[in-house]
């Protein structure tokens, strides 16, 4: 990918039986738990258990759909799982069948997930790229009853039930293939002394995509509403708004996004750059996300 770095991560378009068991909400109270990142990745990794043996460290991905484990882990550590048949996956954009077994128990903090669907897949997930060797994707079909709080600068993050309560200045989300789509108001220079601000608000929908390095503007788009000059390779946006939350004169990178991964209905990325400095809530079960700032030396 030449306009960004990415993660060489497997793009995982997994096609499940019907008749395969759905994932059940896990036990346990919520708690805080300490995660690590890879350098220009905004994707945290969580150290769990599998069956009780602990010490594997997972990626938790809110734009992948399933639970994924390398090979490598599952020979390692002797687990033994029930098979539940096949899937088939666009792997590095081959498509093949990939072994689904079930794991009896993933334990995240305290937080215990019992009869989890997994996938088999075999191969580097991309985040050794960092130094950080992890063993498979946590996605959102095993997060969907919960809300995930990711606390960057303090790198910690909360899983909990999704309460019945719904606070303000969320925005929602969607799927796009095996990304998560957010509405996004971009305003242009000198917005607040115009006549009429909102002829100078665009309402566009960015990719969210916590494993990329960059935020981008698709070049042409961009050119062609006015954010950027012809011939330029980067951007400031006077205001970016998702939701309640504002960025402003937020630098971009300008790009081609018919040349990404994303599919054609963004005409930009929100990616590590810009969530690294917040805490960002997802409630899955509402498909509802939260952007909000914080400091690093908060405590």
């Known amino acids: 990918m030449s306009t960004l770095q990415r993660l060489g991560v497997a793009v995982l378009a997994a096609s499940a039986a019907a008749n395969l068991q759905a994932q059940t909400a896990p036990a346990a109270g919520p708690q805080w738990i300490r995660f690590e990142t890879i350098d220009q990745s ?3 990794i969580v150290r769990v258990k599998l069956n009780g043996s602990g010490g594997h460290r997972l990626v938790i991905d809110p734009s992948f ?3 994924v484990l390398d090979t490598l882990v599952v020979d390692g550590s002797g687990l033994q799982l029930a098979s539940q048949g096949q899937a088939e996956i666009d792997y590095y954009g081959k498509k093949e069948k990939v072994p689904v077994v079930l794991l009896d128990e993933l334990k995240v903090g305290e937080l215990a997930f019992p009869m989890v669907r997994t996938l088999l897949i075999e191969g580097e997930d991309g985040t050794g790229m960092g130094g950080l060797r992890s063993y498979g994707r946590i996605g959102r079909d095993l997060l969907e009853p919960l809300r995930l709080t990711v606390h960057y600068p303090r790198r910690l993050l909360y899983l909990e039930s999704s309460p019945p309560e719904v606070h303000e200045g969320g925005a929602s989300f969607e799927s796009s293939g095996r990304f998560l789509v957010v509405p996004v108001g971009l305003s242009r220079a000198g917005a607040a002394d115009a006549a009429d601000p909102g ?4 309402e566009v929908r960015f990719i969210l995509d916590a494993g990329t390095s960059g935020t981008v503007l698709d070049k042409k788009w961009a050119v062609e509403k006015g954010f950027a000059p012809k011939g330029a390779n980067g951007a400031e946006i006077a205001s970016v708004r998702i939701g309640a939350f504002e960025a402003k004169n937020m630098p971009v990178v300008l790009g081609v996004m018919k040349e990404l991964p994303y599919g054609g209905t963004a005409v930009g990325v929100i990616g590590a750059d810009l969530l690294l400095s917040l805490s960002v809530t997802y409630d899955f079960s509402r498909d ?8 690093e030396e908060a405590s």
């Open 288 to 295: 509802l996300i939260w952007l909000v700032p914080v400091k």
């Open 65 to 67: 759909n399933d639970f």
């Open 199 to 202: 002829d100078s608000v665009e």
């Open 42 to 44: 905004a994707l945290p």
